[in-house]
């Protein structure tokens, strides 16, 4: 059984540009996270996805968000990059809830 | 809201040796899970080991198991026979049940010394 999967591995922004991240979960799974991962803030919960809609946030700007479509693929977009944006964006899926997040390997963001 | 402290950042071991990670949380909830994920330089996070909060039991996953200590707040990593391939950032995990948002500790970085 395939991963969850990421795409792109890598990508170099400059500031005020736009990005879009996409994240397949394992097959089956119908529950999508997403986190971001800095040096200085660690880990932290972006939002959660289940069946097309989002369930939960995490305490991030507008300029951060995301969708889900009827294949339980996820995308998410930040709009107008600023430096600081610069991270590791993990995708994690699950079966259902309670049951353990399975993640990718993750998209590496740098801003410039 | 709900904190995960990790108080060690940095530990290293002799191979084959045991060593314990720690790691407290705070809640005013009942019901939650408890979990450590591993996460190597190739950066993928690999679920070592989960808890749920109303089990006693301690949970075991080969040579990883933990002591939760739920009216401590305290659920500590157990590594028995270490090995090099353990080598990574541990973190500790906590997410309410019926909520998929994991709170994560700041990570301990543990260095397996051949």
């Given amino acids: 059984k395939a991963g969850v999967t990421q795409t792109p591995r890598y990508l170099i922004k400059t500031r005020g540009q736009q990005v879009t991240l996409s994240c397949s979960p394992i097959s089956g799974h119908r529950s999508v996270s997403w986190y971001q991962q800095t040096p200085g803030q660690g880990l932290q919960f972006l939002f959660e996805y289940f069946s097309e809609t989002q369930r939960n946030k995490g305490n991030f700007p507008g300029r951060f968000s995301g969708r889900q479509f009827s294949n339980s693929r996820s995308e998410m977009n930040v709009s107008t990059l600023e430096l600081g944006d610069s991270a590791l964006y993990l995708c994690a899926s699950s079966l259902v809830q309670g049951q353990p997040q399975h993640f990718g390997d993750g998209t590496r963001l740098s801003i410039l | ?114």
């Fill in chain 2, 1 to 114: 809201a709900q904190t995960v402290t990790q108080s060690q950042p940095e530990m290293s071991v002799q191979e084959a040796e045991t060593v314990t990670l720690s790691c407290t949380y705070d809640t005013s909830e009942n019901n939650y899970y408890l979990f450590w994920y591993k996460q190597p330089p190739s950066r993928q996070m690999i679920l070592v080991i989960r808890q749920e909060a109303y089990k006693q039991q301690n949970a075991t996953e080969n040579r990883f198991s933990v002591n939760f200590q739920k009216a401590a707040k305290s659920f500590s990593l157990k590594i028995s026979d270490s090995q090099l391939g353990d080598t990574a950032m541990y973190f500790c995990a906590f997410s309410l049940r019926g909520n998929e948002k994991l709170t994560f500790g700041t990570g301990t970085r543990l260095t397996i010394i051949p």
